[in-house]
């Protein structure tokens, strides 16, 4: 057990009691304890299986590669659409935790399986991602914008095609186009400082 998983559910305020059973059923499977990305993370030799995280609503199991998981129970859940490869099982209630538990640790065992067989998932490549008209305008005005946005990495691309294409009216598209080039000029991605 990790201690800075005991100090991140001693902190929390919400779903305290799911998440410590949660815990528990992720090392009764094996897995090393781990806190990442400010949630307890579970790996299986150094490979990332699933985390634990609270939501507003929910509280959740995200297994990181998912996708690639049978989900003979049909629980898995995309977060958003543009969630490519983490999958999530809800719960609202401890109650749904127990009687899940078999059907939670059958999971479990199956991510390690997919990290012991090292599958991968196939991620869509930056250039499959739609550019918006918007920033394709501004890309073909400014060469040196376009050589930037082409220096970055691919993650940091799709961070801005993502947020650009987010935006449903041509307006908030241009303001958030404009807003973004300097630090694309910068060599910075949407969330760097």
């Known amino acids: 057990m990790n201690s800075k998983v005991d100090l991140f559910l001693d902190k929390a305020q919400k779903w305290q009691e799911e998440m410590r059973l949660l815990r528990r059923i992720m090392i ?8 990442k990305w400010m949630h307890p993370c579970y790996t299986f030799q150094k490979n990332n299986i699933a ?7 929910y509280c959740a199991l995200l297994f990181h590669k998912g996708v690639l998981l049978n989900d003979a129970e049909n629980l898995l859940i995309q977060q958003t659409k543009n969630v490519q490869a983490a999958r999530q099982i809800r719960f609202t209630h401890i109650q749904e935790i127990l009687k899940m538990e078999t059907t939670l640790k059958a999971y479990i065992y199956e ?4 990290e012991k067989a090292g599958l991968e998932v196939k991620f869509k490549k930056t250039s ?11 890309l073909d005005e400014v060469p040196e914008l376009d050589a930037a ?4 990495t691919p993650g940091r691309q799709r961070g801005y095609l993502l947020y650009f294409s987010g935006a449903k009216q041509s307006k908030t598209r241009q303001s958030r186009v ?3 080039m300097d630090q694309i000029l910068n060599g ?6």
């Open 51 to 57: 985390l634990i995280h609270g939501f507003k609503e």
């Open 178 to 180: 404009e807003k973004c």
């Open 149 to 152: 946005f082409e220096a970055l």
């Open 111 to 114: 991510a390690i399986e997919v």
């Open 188 to 193: 910075k991605g949407l969330n760097d400082r």
């Open 128 to 138: 499959e991602f739609t550019i918006p008209e918007e920033f394709q305008k501004k």
């Open 28 to 35: 009764d499977c094996g897995l090393t304890e781990e806190f």
